[in-house]
């Protein structure tokens, strides 16, 4: 038989086997298909790029066929709250896979794809998860989607910028220049194609009644981006998926979805198998407990972070945990980016199968969880401490107050026009830190060379300024959080006393961070991290806390606050005070 044929036979053979086994056993078919592929991968190391070839297949037409469930159209009816949520949830997300990596001792490459594959949620999971346990017909499901439409726009910006970051192992200004450049081009195009050119063909040739040059005119788009967006240097998924949303502005969308789609499960199937054939199974029972305690951390994140961003854009409490419990689950695009990792050389086989096995560890929890979420919510409610409540209500009442005016421009008040500039300049000066703070520590010796500065001069010197920065930063937040709040009511101050002190807990941290990544290079004993990031969560909580005590005292010390409560603890009068 012709080499390759063999390798497809055994592939579709095995991959069959095994998903029967799985959906007998009501198990989710992705395991079954990654299990396929280690079971197979013994026999098919002689057709590994057939199978390569056709995997990538699959995740090219599953970025086609997710650009169509977007559109434009689409994009503007979900809403700046869920927009905003699902940009929030994932800032808060990516850091926690980057410490875990910085804590395993590897390098900031690797971390950077490490964070970003342990961010991303699996729509595919997520959905088929959704629709078995019948919770897609519930209230919070629509937001569940949004969230989801959300991450798979922004994990397709992220793969553009680590496919371009991969091939150079760092980051240097003329790079970052580079990539920028390439972006604006490949977005430009890709405006001019998915706004005025590729809706309008997609028409033209429809009116020919013919399925088949539909499909095909379509496919021969898809592909064609795809490579246009490999030339870059980008990921090819992100040209499918731009040609998915084009297409999905035409007014033939559901006629190529419904043929797209069965082909697009036979490749996605291939495409599962083959992160099974890279798994290397010598090191599986050595990851195993790393796998169950990332996969678990990764499931309770998730729920923290979507319960923060979307309980500061406004929504309730109960739909934010709800979304959180439903979002638990790693797939796809993660494996892409890891599979990028390997090809780039940023990932070791070692690390690619920590990803896959945390993957499978949250793809087993997630069904449980989804079954099990009206009792997550209430244990969440009954035993969440009172200050988290608090802060959590400070969030909300802040983010209510904020994005009520936020659909309305022009009859918005200077003071949250002024709120939400600072929030985003202050978000780019973060951001600026840190890229500054990589690109010091990548060339501290050229500047040391350069400068004639001893090395603990430089570092000093550098340390005070970016500390100095920050606070200055700090002060702007703080500064226009106060003018915000310009009611004098109690509510209104004790939020405002909540988030002032919310705002220095996370500056504290961010503090710590940088300041321990910049002196990282003098520092041999790698633990330090590890200990860093206890230093920073004992910092938070100390914070936090003594907010709780300036409320508490100030209640304490005003006996008419609470006339018609007396008989409740401080804490217990300011949650029902909150809640009013």
Same mark, same amino acid.
């Given at each position: ?11 579709? !053979? ?11 056993? #009501? ?16 026999? *098919? ?11 990538? &297949? ?11 469930? =977007?559109?434009?159209?689409?994009? #503007? ?13 994932? !800032? ?27 961010? *991303?949620?699996?729509?595919?999971? /997520?959905?088929?998860?959704?629709? +078995? ?14 969230? *989801?439409?959300?991450? %798979? =726009? ?56 013919? %399925? ?52 697009? %499960?036979?490749?996605?199937?291939? $495409? ?20 169950? !305690? ?11 972070? /979507? ?53 499978? /560890? ?16 209430? $244990?969440?409610? #009954? ?6 409540? &608090? ?8 983010? %209510? ?32 830190? &840190? ?10 010796? $050229?500047?040391?060379?350069? =400068? ?31 003018? $915000?709040?310009?009611?004098? +009511?109690?509510?209104? +101050?004790?939020?405002? #006393? ?7 807990a996370v500056y504290a941290a961010l503090g710590i961070f940088i300041v321990i990544s910049t002196l990282q290079p003098l520092m041999y004993y790698q633990p330090v991290i590890g200990y860093a990031a206890i230093a920073s969560i004992a910092v938070i909580?100390?914070? &936090?806390?003594?907010?709780?005590? +300036? ?30």
């Amino acid at each position: 038989m012709t080499v390759g044929y063999t390798g497809i036979a055994i592939l579709f !053979a095995v991959a069959a086997v095994v998903s029967i086994l799985f959906k007998k056993l #009501r198990q989710p078919l992705i395991l079954g298909y990654i299990i396929a592929g280690v079971l197979a991968a013994p026999f *098919l190391s002689a057709d590994s790029n057939i199978i390569s070839l056709i995997s990538d &297949l699959g995740i090219t037409l599953l970025a086609f066929t997710m650009g169509m469930e =977007l559109s434009l159209r689409g994009l #503007r009816e979900l809403g700046h709250r869920i927009i905003l949520a699902g940009i929030a949830e994932l !800032a808060i997300m990516i850091p926690a896979g980057y410490m875990v990596a910085i804590v395993f001792g590897w390098s900031r490459m690797t971390a950077i794809f490490f964070a970003s594959a342990f961010a *991303l949620t699996s729509t595919t999971i /997520v959905m088929k998860t959704m629709r +078995d346990s019948r919770e897609s017909l519930r209230s919070y499901s629509d937001i569940l989607i949004g969230l *989801l439409v959300v991450e %798979d =726009l922004l994990t397709v910006v992220m793969l553009a910028v680590l496919s371009a970051l991969g091939t150079q192992k760092a980051i240097v200004p003329l790079q970052i220049a580079e990539l920028v450049a390439a972006l604006v081009l490949f977005a430009s195009v890709s405006l001019i194609l998915a706004i005025s050119i590729l809706p309008k063909a997609i028409n033209r040739i429809s009116d020919m009644g013919n %399925d088949e040059i539909l499909m095909i005119v379509a496919l021969g788009f898809c592909f064609s981006l795809a490579l246009f967006a490999q030339e870059l240097g980008f990921s090819f998924v992100i040209g499918a998926f731009i040609v998915g949303v084009a297409v999905a502005e035409s007014d033939h969308k559901e006629r190529i979805q419904q043929k797209m789609t069965p082909i697009r %499960d036979v490749f996605l199937a291939v $495409f599962f198998v083959s992160i099974g054939t890279l798994i290397q199974t010598s090191f599986v029972l050595q990851l195993l407990p790393y796998a169950i !305690a990332l996969g678990a951390l990764f499931v309770v994140w998730k729920l923290v972070s /979507v319960a923060i961003g979307f309980t500061t854009m406004g929504f309730t409490s109960k739909n934010a945990i709800y979304v959180g419990i439903g979002a638990g689950a790693m797939g796809e695009f993660s494996f892409v980016i890891g599979r990028l990792g390997l090809q780039v050389g940023v990932f070791t086989g070692q690390i690619y199968t920590l990803i896959v096995l945390i993957s499978a /560890v949250t793809i087993v929890i997630l069904p449980q969880a989804v079954r099990k979420n009206d009792s997550i919510y209430s $244990f969440v409610q #009954r035993k969440s401490p009172k200050g988290v409540r &608090l802060y959590s209500m400070a969030i909300r009442r802040f983010g %209510d107050q904020l994005m009520s005016q936020s659909g309305k421009p022009r009859r918005m008040k200077n003071s949250s026009k002024n709120m939400i500039l600072a929030l985003i300049l202050n978000v780019l000066v973060i951001a600026s830190i &840190l890229i500054l703070t990589s690109l010091f520590v990548g060339n501290s010796n $050229f500047l040391m060379t350069k =400068l004639g500065i001893e090395y603990g001069l430089l570092y000093l010197g550098y340390t005070c300024a970016i500390i100095l920065l920050l606070y200055a930063s700090f002060n702007t937040v703080v500064a226009e959080k106060d003018r $915000f709040f310009v009611e004098k +009511d109690m509510k209104s +101050d004790f939020t405002s #006393r909540l988030l002032g002190r919310l705002t220095q807990a996370v500056y504290a941290a961010l503090g710590i961070f940088i300041v321990i990544s910049t002196l990282q290079p003098l520092m041999y004993y790698q633990p330090v991290i590890g200990y860093a990031a206890i230093a920073s969560i004992a910092v938070i909580a100390f914070v &936090l806390w003594r907010g709780l005590e +300036d409320i508490t005292l100030t209640i304490s010390n005003s006996p008419s606050a609470k006339t018609e409560v007396q008989s409740k603890s401080d804490t217990d009068f300011l949650l029902e005070f909150m809640k009013g």
